[in-house]
């Protein structure tokens, strides 16, 4: 009896701890709470109920959205790639060497957050196949949340084909992502709660138009910031005329010249397109431009950045390291030229290695290399 006599007044003393916070700043989130009591958030979360119950609070401002991780929406593959041992003969037989890994634009900008030690969620779709089992299980292994990805039957987990020469440069690449046709807006929107909890959102491409144009509005509404990877020139053409949802647009010289109208020719020919991208309604704009930098454009500044002197080992995965290292610098309060430097730094340390994503990065490894600019 003593021993449940003590337990009750534990539980009492929690509960007007937690009240005399929620008093002293109606806005604290469950996460600050558990920290100050020192129990867990579910915990926290117990006693407010029974508060609520109990007629204690009867509001919920005390709640305060806890946006502490990143989502990833988009594609998650199979890497398939054939590495060539001599120079490339076209229309004959070319001795190579095949690996297969883990891919897709999200999931590999997911797992390099992971690596930077952010919190991460993945919203991806794949198919009723071991692919897809070995996708979910191995991203969920890597310390990514995937409980809100989804598997559709009858349809093949996505694959990514690419043919690299000699010199890791990729000849030609093979994409079967006709799953993605499949994603609809009510699949994203049962998970709309979830993404809504994020502190910030990256989304490629992969997925269907009518998707695209829910999360940008989404995320326009809810003003969460939104990065977007256009990842190629025909999956660009998906996105909506009205891009006022997309905090940042990373798209290379051939997207960007889609999304602008503008042939890009010369410095002056990258700034008009930036320039006309951002009339869009997009807040930032980096062009990409492989082994000449990035050229980034915001409402304030403008300019050119050159990559670090980097032995290209493999260009698979670069631009996602990129995006998945300036939105770590971003969400970390820098501004966008020091976050796209760290963008650079995270793509020269994945050209150096043969995996999509380099298993090197990490924060301290961003710090040292951005001090080479």
């Known amino acids: 009896m003593l021993e449940d006599a003590g337990k009750e007044d534990i539980i009492l003393n929690r509960e007007k701890q937690i009240l005399d916070y929620i008093k002293q700043n109606p806005y604290i989130s469950q996460q600050e709470l558990a920290e100050k009591?020192?129990?867990s958030r579910p915990a926290v979360a117990n006693y407010i109920k029974k508060l609520i119950q109990n007629g204690e609070i009867k509001g919920r401002a005390y709640i305060l959205n806890d946006r502490k991780n990143i989502t990833c929406i988009g594609g998650a593959n199979i890497d398939r790639k054939a590495r060539s041992k001599e120079p490339i003969q076209l229309g004959s037989s070319n001795p190579v060497k095949t690996e297969e890994s883990l891919g897709g634009v999200a999931r590999n900008v997911a797992e390099n957050l992971v690596r930077l030690g952010c919190d991460t969620s993945v919203v991806t779709f794949v198919g009723q196949d071991k692919e897809g089992d070995w996708i979910l299980n191995?991203?969920?292994?890597?310390g990514m949340d995937i409980s809100h990805s989804v598997t559709i039957p009858n349809h093949r987990t996505g694959t990514y084909t690419a043919l690299i020469d000699e010199t890791g440069e990729m000849v030609v690449s093979m994409a079967d992502m006709d799953i993605y046709d499949q994603v609809t807006s009510n699949l994203l929107e049962n998970s709309w709660n979830h993404i809504a909890s994020?502190?910030?959102i990256f989304m490629d491409t992969n997925i269907?138009?009518?998707?695209l144009q829910f999360i940008i509005e989404?995320?326009?509404?809810?003003q969460i910031p939104l990065y977007v990877d256009p990842v190629s020139s025909i999956k660009a053409q998906k996105l909506p005329n009205?891009?006022?949802g997309i905090d940042t647009l990373m798209p290379n010289q051939e997207e960007a010249e889609l999304l602008s109208g503008v042939k890009i020719n010369d410095n002056n020919d990258c700034i008009e397109a930036s320039k006309k991208i951002r009339e869009r309604g997009v807040n930032n704009v980096i062009i990409t431009l492989g082994g000449e930098g990035i050229y980034y454009s915001s409402k304030h500044k403008s300019n050119w950045l050159k990559p670090p002197q980097t032995n290209v080992v493999d260009v698979t995965g670069a631009g996602d390291a990129f995006a998945a290292s300036l939105i770590y610098g971003?969400?970390?309060g820098q501004s966008l030229e020091e976050a796209s430097k760290f963008g650079l730094a995270g793509a020269s340390l994945t050209l150096q290695v043969k995996s999509s994503v380099s298993p090197f990065?990490?924060?301290?490894e961003l710090q040292n290399m951005t001090k080479e600019f």
Do not use: R, Y
């Open 218 to 222: 989404k995320c326009h509404s809810a």
């Open 37 to 39: 009591v020192g129990v």
């Open 138 to 142: 191995s991203s969920q292994k890597l």
């Open 361 to 364: 990065i990490n924060d301290k």
């Open 208 to 211: 269907h138009a009518t998707s």
């Open 330 to 332: 971003m969400e970390q």
């Open 242 to 244: 009205d891009l006022s």
């Open 198 to 200: 994020s502190k910030a």
